[in-house]
């Protein structure tokens, strides 16, 4: 697939929706403007990229909607050079918004299937996270902790401690907590021990799943 004329006028009409939903942060709204989101999904549901909304990529995920990815990436505040560990590649449109961002990202991917496609997928269209690491999200990534955020693109039951400890202190952990429906919470880390907590709206996402196929 090409990255035509009509596939950057329809992803100028995305962005215009998304602000209307009021995200305010420019950088964010021109790297949806600037990722070619129907290169994230098969051929044959091309059609449904630049509406914004979830769709399927298979392995029971989804890449996530446009809305969603803006709203986490302008709660981050990413600043050129971050150090992100993102929980959930997918499809990799959220990885592309954060190295888009300037971020240096590290992004975790549980199935298989998805981690291998998207591996190869993302250097193609000239995106290229700084490692791409196959296990268990819920344990984060220690050997590159620790990160100015962490960022987390499914469904939590619970904050895991192990992502609160790979924070550095003032670093932000963005992650949707709760079973059916999920509450967007943003936590800083104040101190060694000590954190600060604000929740959002609600959102839905797939589950964030335990242990590696």
Do not use: W
Request: aromatic share 10%; proline share 5%; hydrophobic share 40%.
């Amino acid at each position: 697939m090409k990255d035509t004329f009509k596939h950057k006028g329809l992803r100028n009409k995305l962005a215009s929706e998304v602000k209307s939903k009021g995200i305010l942060d420019l950088r964010v709204l021109n790297a949806i403007e600037s990722i070619p989101r129907h290169l994230f999904m098969d051929s044959s549901f091309i059609d449904h990229a630049y509406q914004d909304k979830a769709f399927p990529i298979g392995a029971g995920q989804t890449i996530s909607q446009p809305y969603t990815v803006a709203f986490q990436s302008e709660l981050l505040n990413v600043k050129k050079g971050d150090k992100i560990l993102e929980i959930g590649t997918g499809s990799g449109y959220q990885t592309a918004v954060l190295c888009e961002l300037g971020a240096i990202v590290y992004s975790i991917e549980r199935q298989k299937e998805l981690f291998k496609k998207t591996s190869l997928f993302l250097p193609k269209i000239g995106c290229n996270p700084k490692k791409l690491i196959f296990g268990d999200g819920y344990k984060g990534y220690v050997s590159d902790a620790p990160y100015d955020s962490i960022l987390v693109t499914a469904g939590a039951p619970f904050i895991p401690k192990s992502l609160l400890n790979q924070l550095k202190i003032s670093g932000k952990l963005v992650i949707p907590v709760g079973e059916k429906t999920q509450i967007m919470t943003l936590i800083t880390r104040i101190s060694e021990k000590k954190f600060k907590k604000i929740e959002f709206g609600e959102f839905k996402f797939v589950p964030l799943l335990k242990e590696k196929n």
